[in-house]
């Protein structure tokens, strides 16, 4: 079936560096989202982003983080500068439409900040 | 808010029990109920999704009914096989743009 690739799939770095989390969703999709699972806990949602905009954003969405999808290639998130509380899972998502629920998320992007 | 609780955490099953993993939601409106399955090192993926119709959703042999009327979405299998042991989600979406928000999971383990 259709498929979502995240890049990299691990990733580790110091507290204050910039991390950009990579995402190649699937080809006919125009929405995207970014969830976070802190290990042990529930996936919340982050953003969905469509049209070069941002749709929705949660409260997790901190000021630090930012996403973009230059010209149809990955969708982005950038955390800048990183936190030790941003260690998690990332899982990115994308769906054709709206209403129908089928989102298609990637195997998730482990972060770790130290 | 909008919420999904998923009261189990764990749940281990002899192969060939039935299974009911449980779901209850709050929301303003009337949202859109998922199952997501995800299996061990792969992505989320759909499972079942609630009808505005009343209607059962099946797949793979696991089905949910909404109820309204006790806000549920509760997952029923009639006979667990082992190939089911997997993290499973209730979700909730209720907004324009499918956002989808996720209860805690519950893991479950189907022994032989």
């Known amino acids: 079936g259709p498929k979502v690739l995240q890049i990299p799939s691990h990733q580790i770095i110091d507290m204050g560096q910039m991390v950009t989390l990579n995402c190649d969703p699937v080809s006919n999709h125009l929405y995207f989202y970014w969830y976070k699972q802190i290990l042990g806990q529930q996936m919340e949602f982050l953003v969905n982003f469509y049209n070069g905009k941002v749709m929705e954003k949660s409260k997790l969405f901190k000021d630090q983080f930012s996403v973009e999808r230059p010209d149809g290639s990955y969708f982005t998130l950038k955390i800048q500068p990183t936190a030790l509380e941003d260690s998690a899972v990332y899982f990115c998502?994308?769906?054709f439409g709206t209403g129908t629920g089928q989102l298609y998320f990637g195997e998730g992007s482990k972060l770790t900040v130290l | 808010g909008d919420s999904v609780t998923q009261t189990e955490g764990l749940v281990t099953l002899t192969e060939g029990l039935p299974v009911m993993l449980n779901c209850t939601y709050q929301?303003?409106?009337?949202?859109?109920l998922f199952w997501y399955v995800q299996h061990l090192n792969e992505a989320p993926k759909l499972l079942l999704k609630s009808f505005t119709d009343n209607k059962r959703p099946e797949h793979q042999g696991f089905h949910a009914t909404l109820h309204k009327s006790s806000s549920s979405f509760h997952l029923q299998k009639s006979s667990a096989q082992l190939s089911d042991s997997a993290l499973y989600y209730c979700a909730l979406s209720e907004s324009n743009y499918n956002v989808l928000y996720f209860g805690s999971g519950t893991k479950l383990t189907v022994e032989p």
């Open positions: 929301s303003t409106y009337s949202p859109f």
């Open positions: 998502a994308s769906s």
